[in-house]
């Protein structure tokens, strides 16, 4: 079974340049959540989806960070314009959410993004 | 106060040692615990699950103290190949959403 599928693994751009990331979660998996993960600050929850709607995005950092969810298989981090602040390891995460149940969520490989 | 608090470490063990990890917990209501391992450069995979009764998957246990709020993870007979970080996982009140916080993470490094 295929696991959740990010692109691109590695990104290097310069400061200033428009940066999407791309997600497709497990297939049946109807939450997605991305992450950013630094030395300093750890693993981030960003922003989340619950059947393709935004749940929560008060982890997004500012307005330069967007995301979006156009349909169950696919979703999109965007930063635009980036900064060198920004590099970090993204990951996105998907589950199976219904009432009652917890579940772990599983991960991507992550976007290592880096800004110059 | 963080909603989960870990130990960063890091622990140092010898090969075959017993290493145990704590993890505290700030709401009470909290349902669901989980232990995630991340290896260096990867992402955080699902080591797992923690219920209520403690469980255990060959050389680990997880243990659950609902009074004292903590979740614990026993290691035994360490090998080379645990070395990584350990998270802890919770699941915060707001509703069932499938949302999960995440502690800092626990850095084992086990040496020959």
């Known amino acids: 079974d295929a696991g959740v599928i990010q692109s691109p693994r590695h990104e290097v751009t310069e400061m200033g340049q428009e940066v999407t990331l791309r997600c497709k979660p497990i297939?049946?998996?109807?939450?997605l959540f991305w992450y950013r993960q630094t030395m300093m600050r750890g693993l981030e929850l960003l922003i989340y989806?619950?059947?393709?709607?935004?749940?929560?995005d008060s982890g997004m950092p500012e307005d330069r960070f967007s995301a979006k969810m156009p349909n169950a298989s696919f979703s999109t981090l965007k930063i635009q314009p980036s900064e060198p602040r920004d590099s970090a390891v993204y990951f996105c995460?998907?589950?199976?959410?219904?009432?009652?149940?917890?579940?772990?969520?599983?991960f991507g490989d992550g976007t290592r993004l880096s800004i110059l | 106060r963080k909603e989960v608090e870990q130990d960063p470490g890091p622990f140092n063990v010898p090969e075959g040692a017993t290493v145990a990890f704590n993890c505290t917990y700030s709401?009470?209501?909290?349902?669901?615990f989980f232990w995630y391992r991340q290896d260096c450069r990867k992402e955080p995979k699902l080591l797992m699950s923690?219920?209520?009764s403690g469980n255990e998957d060959g050389r680990f246990t997880a243990q659950l103290n609902r009074a004292s709020q903590y979740i614990s993870l026993l290691i035994r007979d360490s090998k080379l190949s645990d070395s990584a970080t350990y998270l802890c996982?919770?699941?915060?009140?707001?509703?069932?959403?499938?949302?999960?916080?995440f502690g800092q993470g626990t850095t084992l490094q086990v040496k020959p």
């Open positions: 297939s049946g998996h109807n939450s």
């Open positions: 995460a998907s589950t199976h959410n219904w009432e009652g149940r917890d579940q772990p969520q599983h």
């Open positions: 923690v219920y209520s």
């Open positions: 989806f619950n059947n393709n709607v935004p749940i929560d």
């Open positions: 996982v919770v699941t915060p009140v707001s509703g069932n959403t499938g949302k999960l916080i």
């Open positions: 709401n009470s209501a909290s349902q669901s």
